[in-house]
């Protein structure tokens, strides 16, 4: 499985961004699609989740009420829909998918297998 991650780029707070994760090598309906990001100098931290055949969607603390994930199974591509940046959201922000996740492994990094190249969001104040 390959993922590519797209969309990222320098946005003012307030501003909204949307990531794509484009997937080959499988269809993003039989994956389970994580969203991570990393700061400078912080561990990768878990944002969004969606499992595959549609058996739910998690978010952090952090970004719940702001971000939405969705997967377009046409375009094989899983979004995250960024709203109300702020400059905490700066990170570069990886795509990872896993086949068969259960609930509790959504937000562990460790149980993916597959990861795309990362795209950079920063958001200015």
């Known amino acids: 499985v390959q993922l590519q991650a797209s969309g990222g780029g320098l946005v003012q707070a307030g501003d909204s961004l949307r990531l794509s994760c484009a997937a080959s090598?499988?269809?993003?309906?039989?994956?389970?699609v994580g969203w991570f990001r990393q700061a400078l100098g912080k561990e990768r931290e878990f944002v969004a989740g969606?499992?595959?055949?549609?058996?739910?969607?998690y978010y952090s603390d952090s970004v719940k009420g702001r971000f939405t994930i969705s997967r377009d199974n046409a375009a094989n591509t899983v979004y995250l829909q960024m709203s109300s940046l702020n400059p905490d959201d700066t990170a570069v922000y990886y795509c990872?998918?896993?086949?068969?996740?259960?609930?509790?492994?959504?937000?562990?990094?460790?149980?993916?297998?597959?990861w795309g190249q990362g795209t950079l969001v920063t958001v200015s104040s």
């Open positions: 990872a998918a896993a086949f068969g996740l259960i609930a509790s492994s959504v937000t562990n990094k460790d149980q993916y297998d597959y």
């Open positions: 090598g499988a269809t993003v309906r039989d994956v389970s």
């Open positions: 969606i499992r595959r055949y549609g058996l739910g969607i």
